[in-house]
Structures are given as C-alpha cells and as structure tokens.
C-alpha cells in the first residue's frame, strides 16, 4: 500500500438560472483570475473553489480519494446595478416582494439583482460587476 502526494486543483462554478433551482457549471481552472474566464452567456455569477485528490494504491490499483471544497471565494455576480439592502428592495421593487421576502426569510440582509433578471442574496465577501466589465474573448 502506498500513498501519492495530494493534488491541489482550483475550479470556477458558474452560476445560471434552471426551472426550479440554480444550475451550476463546474469547470477546472488553472487559476483565479478573473479576467482569464470565457463566462458563458446565461451566467449571473460564479465563485471558485479548490478541491484535493490524492491517488493511494491498494494491491497496485489506484484509488482516487478527493476533497470536499476547501477554499471557496465569494460569488461574484455579474449585477444591473448594485446590492441593496433587503429592506429598500422591498420598498423600491414592490412587484417582486415574493422573492425577496423569501430571501429575507433565508436570513439575508442584502440582495442583488443579477444580469439575468433575478434576485440573489448578497453575502459579505461577494462581489459585483456590470456587464461591460466582463472581458470580452
């Protein structure tokens, strides 16, 4: 029985909006810089992550142990304009109170809304863009 050494590999979720629940675009990276991403087009945000895999060998065959995510960013949305407080958000946009009601009972204090026309709770250490800063490739 031998053990290799782990192998740390850094990866990019993107985030995109499905039927019922957000759809995530996990996608290997060689490292997190921003402005290196091609971001798909129905992406509202991303956040990147390492994960760990050591390869140990039982009776000379491999066995692939991997990590949980270790290190994870904070999610970067791509905004139309910038977070609000869940309370003004409430009061500005009365038509949408559903969602954000819902996202203030998740125990969010702040909210943003994203490229693609939805609210995401806004956490500290997120961060938001507009649009024209995406790097075009």
């Known amino acids: 029985m031998s053990v290799g050494q782990p192998m740390k590999q850094t990866y990019v979720c993107f985030l995109s909006p499905g039927s019922l629940r957000v759809v995530e675009d996990i996608r290997l990276v060689a490292n997190r810089t921003t402005c290196a991403l091609v971001i798909p087009p129905s992406t509202f945000g991303f956040y990147f992550f390492d994960q760990y895999t050591l390869v140990h060998y039982e009776a000379e065959e491999p ?18 304009e910038k977070p609000l407080f869940i309370e003004a958000a409430l009061v500005r946009y009365v038509g949408e109170q559903r969602r954000l009601n819902r996202l203030k009972e998740d125990g969010y204090h702040q ?18 863009f507009l649009p024209e800063a995406i790097p075009v490739k």
């Open 63 to 80: 066995i692939e142990l991997t990590s949980e995510r270790k290190h994870e960013s904070g999610t970067f949305f791509i905004a139309r």
């Open 111 to 128: 909210v943003i809304r994203c490229v693609t026309g939805g609210w995401q709770g806004f956490e500290p250490g997120d961060c938001a």
